[in-house]
T-cell receptor, first 115, second 115 residues
Framework: KAGVTQTPRYLIKTRGQQVTLSCSPI?????VSWYQQTPGQGLQFLFE???????NKGNFPGRFSGRQFSNSRSEMNVSTLELGDSALYLC??????????????FGDGTRLSIL | AQSVAQPEDQVKVAEGNPLTVKCTYS??????LFWYVQYPNRGLQFLLK??????LVKGSYGFEAEFNKSQTSFHLKKPSALVSDSALYFC?????????????FGGGTRLMVKP
């Protein structure tokens, strides 16, 4: 079974631009979560989607948004990029309800660098 | 609210010696607890979970963890460390009172196993 696939793996942008990151979950998984990992703040939850609906949202500004498609693939978008948005963005999938005690499985992330 | 603390930024052990990586948590309901490992330039790999049942949980690569409700701890252990165990370890918690799969992570503990 293929794992969680995130594209692209690396991305370089400049301040003020916008970016879209993509995540393909494990086949059959309906829940997709996004996390931001930085040396200073650690791993922080961005949002979770289940059956195309946002189920939870972390404490991030509105510049961060996401969506999920009917095939469970997910994208996140960051607009008006700031230097502080430089981070590793991780996507994780799990079967979702009613299997909510199942672990999330992570992709290798997209490393976003803002110049 | 759910929170996790990993009190040690770094743990150093000699190969062949037992290792312990500490984790304490706080939830309002019952905890779902997880350990993940991260190698350089990779995402998080699932090691083990505690949902309910036996307090001693066995996971991948010879790791195990002990759930202690009275001390709100979930320490990761391995009887005999390998150099290849050197990596970044994260403890995570989800409160079963919260809908969805949002995980809260500790700050991570860097394990260094010396030959």
């Amino acid at each position: 079974k293929a794992g969680v696939t995130q594209t692209p793996r690396y991305l370089i942008k400049t301040r003020g631009q916008q970016v879209t990151l993509s995540c393909s979950p494990i086949s059959g998984h309906r829940s997709v979560s996004w996390y931001q990992q930085t040396p200073g703040q650690g791993l922080q939850f961005l949002f979770e989607y289940f059956s195309e609906t946002q189920r939870n949202k972390g404490n991030f500004p509105g510049r961060f948004s996401g969506r999920q498609f009917s095939n469970s693939r997910s994208e996140m978008n960051v607009s008006t990029l700031e230097l502080g948005d430089s981070a590793l963005y991780l996507c994780a999938s799990s079967p979702g309800q009613p299997y909510s005690n199942q672990p999330q499985h992570f992709g290798d992330g997209t490393r976003l660098s803002i110049l | 609210a759910q929170s996790v603390a990993q009190p040690e930024d770094q743990v150093k052990v000699a190969e062949g010696n037992p290792l312990t990586v500490k984790c304490t948590y706080s939830v309002s309901g019952n905890p779902y607890l997880f350990w993940y490992v991260q190698y350089p330039n990779r995402g998080l790999q699932f090691l083990l979970k505690y949902i309910t049942g036996d307090n001693l949980v066995k996971g991948s690569y010879g790791f195990e963890a002990e759930f202690n409700k009275s001390q709100t701890s979930f320490h990761l252990k391995k009887p005999s460390a390998l150099v290849s165990d050197s990596a970044l370890y994260f403890c995570a918690v989800r409160d079963d009172n919260n809908a969805g799969n949002m995980l809260t992570f500790g700050g991570g503990t860097r394990l260094m196993v010396k030959p």
